[in-house]
């Protein structure tokens, strides 16, 4: 049974955590992972069932998430990627695994360019690299919900945004994750003290996915209906990261970690154990640079949330 350790630390006098469910017999680094602006620690149980056996793994709230610090206005990219080194640091990790999902994607991806030699591996899924005008319009419309506390409303076109409304395009259990989805942003808007300026921040800034990367081993996965950022897009992204891989997971969108939780911890169990992602179900996993065809879906699992 690996022993749970809750650490809390410090980064630019902001105070942050990380939970660490420590394996005594890893067979691959540390995995640390980060999900999206309202998601915290308690959030990838998966994660604990898929790696636990494999790898120390690590959540964490990051300053602005959970927990921790808000971050101040105008905070740069740096200082949460500074937090996630922090914690490398604390554990006495030399080399991390590090997984990245939607708005965690770009604190990883940053990372990684910054400190290539600290990344053992790395895995992105959902990355939202290319925003449209018209997306940014529909959060704005969701964000101005806030000043007549129409927090339901905001609740429902957040989830619009983010979910394929296309109901000729099959999504596993895709009204139970729409109304997941909407129950988590109402809860956060109630009780998070960083959901609003979460929401307020995916309106300022826009994250960069530029520059590409080398010398760092890295996945990239997408939901094969993902509407944030098209699995097109997501691969034209993976393209500029020397020797990356990139595959879609069948029947799914961008909340593909909710709607096909197993399938995504169990292709980060592949990956970080450098094992081969092909057999994984529900994929299709191809060089960045080719053709990936379309995911025949897994069958639907008991146990999916």
């Known amino acids: 049974m690996a022993d749970e350790i809750i650490r809390t630390l410090s980064v630019g006098g902001l105070r942050y955590g990380y939970r660490l469910l420590r394996q005594p017999a890893p067979r691959t680094e540390p995995v640390i992972v980060l999900g999206g602006a309202l998601q915290g620690m308690y959030g990838?149980?998966?994660?604990?069932?898929?790696?636990?056996?494999?790898?120390?793994?690590?959540?964490?709230?990051?300053?602005?998430?959970?927990?921790?610090?808000?971050?101040?206005?105008?905070?740069g990219a740096e200082l949460l990627?500074?937090?996630?080194?922090?914690?490398?640091?604390?554990?006495?990790?030399?080399?991390?695994?590090?997984?990245?999902?939607?708005?965690?994607?770009?604190?990883?991806?940053?990372?990684?360019?910054r400190h290539p030699g600290r990344i053992a591996r790395l895995a992105l899924g959902g990355v939202p690299a290319h925003i449209t005008e018209e997306q940014r319009a529909h959060?704005?419309?969701?964000?101005?919900?806030?000043?007549?506390?129409?927090?339901?409303?905001?609740?429902?076109?957040?989830?619009?945004?983010?979910?394929?409304?296309?109901?000729?395009?099959?999504?596993?259990?895709?009204?139970?994750?729409?109304?997941?989805?909407?129950?988590?942003?109402?809860?956060?808007?109630?009780?998070?003290?960083?959901?609003?300026r979460s929401l307020h921040r995916a309106l300022e800034q826009r994250p960069d996915f530029s520059g590409g990367l080398t010398g760092v081993p890295t996945l990239v996965f997408a939901g094969e209906h993902d509407t944030v950022t098209s699995p097109e897009r997501q691969r034209a992204f993976a393209a500029t990261i020397e020797g990356s891989r990139f595959l879609t997971i069948g029947e799914s969108d961008h909340w593909v970690a909710l709607e096909r939780p197993d399938d995504v911890a169990d292709l980060m169990a592949r990956?970080?154990?450098?094992?081969?992602l092909e057999p994984a179900p529900g994929l299709a996993a191809v060089p960045a640079q080719g053709r990936a065809p379309r995911a025949p879906a897994g069958p639907p699992r008991a146990d999916a949330q």
């Open 271 to 276: 990956f970080f154990t450098d094992r081969p």
């Open 139 to 196: 959060w704005a419309r969701a964000v101005a919900r806030l000043d007549t506390g129409d927090l339901a409303g905001l609740a429902g076109l957040a989830a619009e945004v983010l979910m394929c409304q296309d109901p000729e395009r099959p999504v596993h259990r895709r009204e139970l994750a729409r109304r997941y989805v909407r129950r988590s942003f109402l809860y956060a808007l109630t009780h998070s003290p960083h959901a609003v």
């Open 44 to 75: 990838w149980p998966q994660m604990d069932d898929h790696l636990g056996p494999l790898a120390s793994v690590v959540t964490a709230d990051l300053p602005g998430m959970g927990g921790a610090d808000p971050l101040p206005p105008g905070t």
């Open 81 to 113: 990627q500074d937090a996630v080194i922090g914690i490398a640091d604390d554990l006495g990790a030399e080399r991390i695994n590090l997984f990245g999902f939607s708005y965690g994607t770009s604190i990883a991806f940053g990372c990684a360019r």
